[in-house]
């Protein structure tokens, strides 16, 4: 080395000074990558796709269709909900601009009695089907209704959100 020649630094010590800078980064993406397994192995990572169809809508005519006189308040809807994904689901609400509200009725007791629920399971890849003879749909205070009339009737999933169909009114002996 001559005088007055600058110094050159080891090539060891340059290695130091990038491994020291890199150690921090290196530390972050594996504590995050560990805390990110962590959530999705206990099922916090778990993205649910719930896809629900509804078809078979119809609204028999108020005071022609068989099953309406013992549903006090109005018409109960026939509806066939399917749940097309490996997921459950729950009916929570409906509401319809044709009704002042929509109930969710079970099944009927042994004396034919119906009482409000505040859910319906939809299972994973199952249907439930709706008819003023099993589980349904009342529609209180309805509007007036005639044959071939159409509204739409808003459901509310637990999972999948609100799925909107159009209920027609169907003439007596039809469903």
């Known amino acids: 080395m001559t005088a007055g020649a600058p110094a050159r630094p080891l090539p060891g010590g340059r290695l130091r000074e990038l491994a020291r800078a890199a ?23 778990t993205i649910r796709r719930v896809r629900i169809e509804v078809t078979l809508a119809a609204v028999p005519m108020p005071g022609y269709a068989a099953g309406h006189a013992s549903l006090p308040g109005g018409p109960a809807t026939y509806l066939t909900i ?5 997921s459950p689901d729950e009916l929570i ?13 079970g099944l009927p007791d ?28 009342v529609l209180l205070r309805p509007v007036s209704l005639t044959a071939g009339q159409t509204f739409p009737l ?14 027609t009114v169907t003439p007596p002996g039809t469903p």
């Open 110 to 137: 042994r004396a034919g009695h119906r009482s409000a629920i505040a859910g319906l399971p939809v299972p994973a890849d199952g249907t439930v089907s709706f008819s003023a003879f099993g589980r349904d749909l």
């Open 154 to 167: 808003t459901l509310t999933f637990r999972h999948a959100g609100q799925v909107t169909v159009e209920l």
């Open 23 to 45: 150690l921090a980064p290196l530390i972050c993406a594996a504590v995050l990558t560990g805390l990110l397994s962590a959530w999705v192995a206990g099922g916090g990572g």
């Open 93 to 105: 609400g409906a509401r319809s601009s044709a009704a002042a509200r929509v109930q969710i009725s």
């Open 82 to 86: 399917r749940n097309l994904s490996g």
